[in-house]
């Protein structure tokens, strides 16, 4: 598809690079900011640019944060004896959706994945250690590790028990079995196999 | 759903004003501009920011250009006599994409929609009998008029064909009909109708 301005055509390009947006999306994208008044073009220009420049990250939970330490790790209202390791910072809005957790998290940014490239120098493994060894920023008593249930989220839970092991600290994972309000019929063999060999007392 | 970031809460805010876009959407495309390197953010920051302020529209036609006469306009390959009218942008490059026409365009920027609040005078019209009656960029012969077969395109048409009258150039509108590939008994009875009493010869 050809347009008829170049501004327009490096809009669509730019815009068609976000996950999902194709060459016709991006295009709605761009004609219907045309139409916008200009001051609300700046605001999302302006918004987009400080998620380029302005983003901080927690220096002890990696999590985004706009300040040094996040909102979470700060808040003297948490129990900071415990600390949630998850994959990335949409698993922390998640569990934070839940309401039911008030410890504190461990983003690694990533799980163990050789066929993309990624090790454990690649994720924030070695600072978790450091926590859990030094007591930062409180002494540590347990270690949830709550990892997506793929080989390679697996793969890393694995690798994180051995090595959080010796430090004798509570290392536990999150529940897997029948979600709420699901059938036991459509459930996959090995949840619903897990759900009953992990059966909990009648509350 | 609350965000850790007041960066990232803005970038989310301004992303989901785009169509079809939600927060969940405008999330994941923040979080993934998180990822993206520096550059890329900018660039896209900055396309968009242009689209706000270096944007022209050509003086003849109204279509979006890079210069002040579009290249259709200035083109001398062009059939500078006749004219096709058209709502908005999108219609010039679905029209362009069939390389079928090599007149000019006049893009009326929407339809009469008196429940929108869009008038007459909201419109490329007044331009449009000023380039009939004066010639602009040369004499016209003919206006095609090609405006969407709604309530609003049909009265939009016929403003403009009482409009044009006077000045005694040819007025046409474009085929309806079956769309080419489409079976007859799924065809709208209207359709099928016009299609039958607009019959053409057999060529």
Redesign the interface.
């Known amino acids: ?8 055509a ?2 669509v ?3 068609s ?5 194709g060459k016709r ?1 991006a ?8 139409k ?1 008044p ?1 001051d ?17 990250y927690c220096h002890i939970c990696h ?4 300040t040094d330490t ?3 790790c700060s808040s003297p209202k948490r129990t900071q004896s415990i600390v949630c390791v998850v994959e ?3 698993d ?2 998640a569990i ?2 839940t309401q039911q957790y008030r410890g504190l998290y461990h983003v690694l940014g990533g799980v163990i994945s050789p066929i993309d490239g990624i090790g454990i120098r690649d994720l924030n493994i070695a600072t978790l250690l450091q926590r859990v060894q030094q007591g930062i920023p409180a002494p540590v008593e347990e270690v949830i590790l709550a990892l997506p249930t793929t080989m390679e989220g697996d793969t890393t839970a694995y690798y994180l028990n051995k090595q959080l092991q010796p430090t004798g600290i509570k290392i536990t994972t999150i529940a897997r079995g029948i979600a709420v309000g699901d059938n036991l019929e459509y459930a996959d063999e090995i949840t619903l196999g897990r759900s009953i060999l992990n059966r909990i007392p009648f509350a």
């Open positions: 598809m050809e347009l008829p301005s170049t501004t327009l490096s809009a390009e730019a815009l690079s976000l996950p999902g947006v999306s295009l709605r994208f761009a004609l219907h900011l045309l916008q200009t609300d073009v700046l605001l999302l220009s302006e918004a987009i640019r400080k998620l380029a420049t302005d983003i901080h999590c985004i944060s706009d996040c909102p979470i990335n910072i949409q922390v809005m934070e959706n």
